[in-house]
């Protein structure tokens, strides 16, 4: 079973900064994507960002310059640093990881969600 779970959430000013953590383990053999997803009161799940093993990385034009995703591959980890926060990325952020259990059996899984609140 493979579990995700996130830290770094809360609660913060207009132009603050938050950084959120996704620590994924499990019985593993391969991780792929790592990414991150928000979802905002009455709108559908989004992709912020996400990023390969090898380091390539994709993200919402509505984040490009603000927003970081890195990853620690030793330690199954992926990182998103948010910085010139807008109210408007007020939304629960969700983890994802696709990878392999094993040979020929691949896996998708989500983290259970943190909550990021931008005040005006």
């Known amino acids: 079973q493979v579990q995700l779970v996130e830290s770094g959430g809360g609660l913060v000013q207009a132009g603050g900064s938050l950084r959120l953590s996704c620590a994924v383990s499990?019985?593993?053999?391969?991780?792929?994507?790592m990414g991150w997803y928000r979802q905002a009161p009455g709108k559908q799940r989004e992709l912020v960002a996400d990023?390969?093993?090898?380091?390539?990385?994709n993200s919402a034009d509505s984040v490009k310059g603000r927003f970081t995703i890195s990853r620690d591959n030793a330690k199954n980890t992926v990182y998103l640093q948010m910085n010139s926060l807008k109210p408007e990325d007020t939304a629960v952020y969700y983890c994802?990881?696709?990878?392999?259990?094993?040979?020929?059996?691949?896996?998708?899984?989500w983290g259970q969600g943190t909550q990021v609140t931008v005040s005006s």
């Open positions: 499990g019985s593993i053999f391969s991780i792929n994507t």
């Open positions: 990023i390969t093993r090898g380091g390539s990385t």
């Open positions: 994802n990881a696709e990878g392999k259990l094993r040979v020929g059996v691949d896996f998708r899984s």
